[in-house]
């Protein structure tokens, strides 16, 4: 905000790129210097997915204005068992030595067997079809969650649906919904459910 003027000032600036299956797979930030009426470039993330949409690898880029190109800071890659995140790596890139990426840290997951009701609900009782979907998607759930709120929002968390599930099976009309990625969320007495819904 350039309160000698009241109005506002771009500083900086994003562009998303996406996939078929509505992946993100660049990000670009720009900035805009004070005085300057145009968009110098930044820094740059890339994304790699699997076959199964999973994240396996983040690289992350400085432009550089001497060389006139990007170079390579970081990167993160994702290592995967079932479709669980099991390994992160860290690394950063050496220009001094051997010119390469060198591992900076590790971050291990694990995972443990719950007997949570609650988790055991929406896992088994709450399902979606079809996904991707077009112009409808139906909502399957169990008797334990009639009476829930169910909420779609898309992904930067505008909801655009909001409604009481009264049957065990409830058609959703996505007509009016932009392609994309969306996120049906059921929320009951007993606590929160979602999941991933790919719009085409």
Known sequence: WQSNVSYWIGTDKYEYYYDENYNLITKIRFFSPPDYDGWFKKSKNEYIYDSN?????????????????????????????????KLEIWYTWDYDSVNDW????????????TSNPLI????????????????????????????????????????VKNTTIDNEITP?????????????????KQGTGVRKLVVN
């Open 53 to 85: 949409n999973n994240l396996i690898s983040d690289i992350y880029y400085s432009w550089s204005f001497a060389g006139n190109t990007w170079i390579e800071m970081y990167k993160k890659e994702n290592f995967y068992e079932n479709n669980l995140l």
């Open 102 to 113: 060198v591992i900076n840290k590790k971050c291990y997951h694990h995972y443990y067997q």
């Open 120 to 159: 055991e609900t929406f896992a088994n009782n709450f399902t979606l079809y079809p996904n991707p979907a077009n112009s409808t998607v139906t909502i399957k759930c169990s008797k334990e969650l009639l009476g829930s709120t169910l909420e779609i929002f898309d992904a930067n968390g505008k909801t």
């Open 172 to 188: 959703i009309d996505l007509t009016k919904q932009a392609k994309g990625i969306y996120f049906v969320k059921i929320i009951s």
